[in-house]
């Protein structure tokens, strides 16, 4: 049905290109078309003269299928011609299960872009992290390529390795890296809890995703006790995007009213608004999302939406910037046309394209490591360490209150050395909970 609905729009935006034409002066109606059918004649006769003349013999289903592909790439990075192959991998995609290496790519300066590697796959076990290029694909050089084409040599059958040759910043030379293809079978939403906080960690938006993060939810209150639950972390670090219904749905999980999302293509007519309805699935409770570069397009629009709104407080670094909605459009021959038509802007009206989302609090990810160096004293003392120190004569629930935060703070200190962005995360929320029993 949405795939009827875009193609009605389409057909309205022609007519009303059409009837706008016809106010133009007739002569410049018959340049322009003039124009732009001796193009359409010249490109007949280059592709004549190659398919006749070039000093091998060429495929000439290759050379338009290439043509067609150039012509996209002079357009923007995620405009391209799926062929029948991509067109049922990419609706396999959005169902949640396929094979290959399990990462999100762009094109960028002529080499493929790492926009995200994909929890729990090949790519993310291989290391792969946001922001890499891959300049070679098994020692073949990826310039000259489109996407597409890119993406076709990095599939493969399961069990197969390839070898990537990774430019990374920071790093002085480039390296390979070689990764196992394998079934790529992506759960959307995996949530857990920390303390007395639910963790949702969203790795993508597929059609998984809404119902997955409600149950999601309803494990936590389940685990942890609506009443005691003291907030939640929705994780959507290296988290590439998807569907954009999949984005409002999401949104509006925990919005109650007011703007989503808006999409503006290149005629007026055919914008979009997508406001909240009613009912939020965490009952208010507050909220912190977790962004970094590899935060893309879908994520984005979540992050924007819940930052405008004064939801969320958002946590992290700044977000990849993919503000531009594609649409699928099926062509003959069972192949699809992925366009650009539209950007989308967050409620208060930011497009986030190129810019991304900027985080309310800045946090970039570190590790720290042990201090090794044996000079320095690790251990503390209190008045508990003191000889003969008078001792606190505690009740047995006031002892088990006492041992649980003990047990809390130890996980939050290890958690700083392993995520950092995450513990503070949970610290934010432990503090806003304390300001809100205080009122």
């Known amino acids: 049905m949405k795939q009827a609905f875009i193609a009605m729009v389409g057909g309205v935006a022609l007519g009303v290109l059409a009837t706008t034409q016809l106010t133009q002066p007739l002569a410049a109606q018959e340049q322009s078309s ?167 960690r969203i790795t993508t938006f597929n059609e998984q995703t809404f119902e997955n993060l409600e149950a999601g939810i309803a494990e936590v209150k389940t685990e942890i006790g609506p009443d005691k639950i003291k907030g939640y972390v929705i994780d959507l670090r290296n988290n590439p995007g998807g569907l954009l219904n999949q984005a409002i749905e999401v949104s509006d999980a925990f919005l109650e009213k007011g703007e989503i999302v808006s999409t503006r293509g290149r005629d007026p007519a055919d914008s979009e608004r997508h406001n909240a309805q009613p009912g939020d699935l965490t009952g208010g409770k507050p909220l912190v999302v977790l962004i970094n570069g590899g935060s893309a397009s879908a994520s984005e629009i979540v992050a924007g939406a819940l ?65 090794e160096d044996e000079g320095v004293n690790r251990f503390s003392r209190s008045e508990a360490d003191l000889r003969g120190s008078l001792k606190n004569q505690l009740t047995e629930e006031e002892q088990e209150l006492l041992e649980e935060e003990r047990a809390r703070h130890e996980a939050t200190a290890k958690l700083r050395g392993e995520d950092l962005q995450l513990a503070y995360a949970l610290d934010l929320l432990t503090g806003l909970s304390v300001y809100a029993g205080a009122e």
Do not use: C, W
């Not at 597409?148 to 480039?174: C, F, Q, W, Y």
């Open 34 to 200: 003039r124009n732009t059918y001796e193009y359409l004649d010249l490109f007949g006769e280059i592709f004549e003269r190659v398919r006749s003349q070039y000093v091998e013999e060429t495929d000439e289903d290759e050379l338009i299928e290439s043509a067609i592909n150039g012509m996209l790439a002079s357009l923007d990075p995620h405009s391209s011609y799926l062929p029948p192959d991509n067109f049922e991998d990419m609706r396999v995609q959005t169902k949640g299960e396929f094979g290959g290496l399990g990462i999100e790519v762009t094109m960028e300066n002529g080499v493929v872009k790492v926009v995200a590697p994909i929890d729990d796959t090949p790519a993310a076990a291989a290391g792969i992290e946001s922001g890499d290029y891959i300049t070679h694909l098994d020692g073949e050089a990826v310039l000259g390529l489109s996407l597409s084409e890119a993406v076709d040599k990095m599939r493969g059958g399961v069990g197969e390795e390839i070898v990537l040759t990774i430019v990374r910043e920071g790093e002085d030379e480039p390296f390979d890296v070689t990764v196992v293809r394998d079934t790529i079978t992506i759960r959307a939403v995996r949530a857990r809890v920390e303390g007395d906080v639910g963790v949702l």
């Open 307 to 371: 930052q405008d709104h004064r939801r969320a407080i958002v946590l992290g670094e700044k977000s990849f910037g993919k503000g531009s909605v594609q649409t699928i459009m099926p062509l003959s021959g069972d192949g699809a046309l992925r366009l650009t038509t539209a950007r989308y802007y967050t409620p208060s009206g930011r497009s986030i394209q190129a810019l991304g989302i900027e985080p309310d609090i800045l946090v970039a990810q570190k590790k720290f490591e042990e201090e």
